[in-house]
């Protein structure tokens, strides 16, 4: 009988995020808000959204629901066709795309990335960042 050799440890990713400034309410609000691709096929009508500070929020639903699309009506990437979005304005928002090709620029160089993305620092300070 073959010997078995025990499983490998699964890899595991750890986010850290620094402590953020507080922020008076309102954090961010969607008020009826809708969007859709083309006009005759809306794919969000009337949502309101209020965040807060302490707010924990899951987005979950199946493929096609308007996940994504609504996180990009968050950051701004997209426009609602009616309703209205306000943001706090010292509000800033990460955001870790679940598929990178979707928000990066494949051309592009690490360090250009960094530099369009973060202006004002030498290439050498970039390069320093990406190593570490």
Not at 44 to 61: A, C, N
Not at 116 to 131: I, M, N, Q, S
């Amino acid at each position: 009988m073959p010997v078995l050799q025990p499983p490998e440890a699964e890899y595991t990713v750890h986010f850290k995020f620094p402590e953020v400034e507080k922020l008076s309410p309102p954090i961010i609000q969607m008020s009826d808000v809708s969007f859709g691709y083309t006009k005759d096929k809306p794919l969000l009508q009337h949502i309101d959204l209020d965040v807060q500070l302490d707010s924990r929020i899951g987005i979950v639903g199946p493929n096609g629901a308007g996940k994504t699309t609504v996180l990009k009506l968050l950051t701004g990437q997209l426009q609602p066709t009616s309703g209205l979005i306000t943001q706090h304005p010292r509000l800033r928002i990460g955001y870790f795309a679940q598929h990178h090709v979707d928000s990066l620029d494949l051309t592009a160089s690490a360090v250009s990335f960094m530099a369009k993305t973060f202006p004002g620092k030498t290439d050498e300070e970039y390069r320093r960042h990406l190593g570490a």
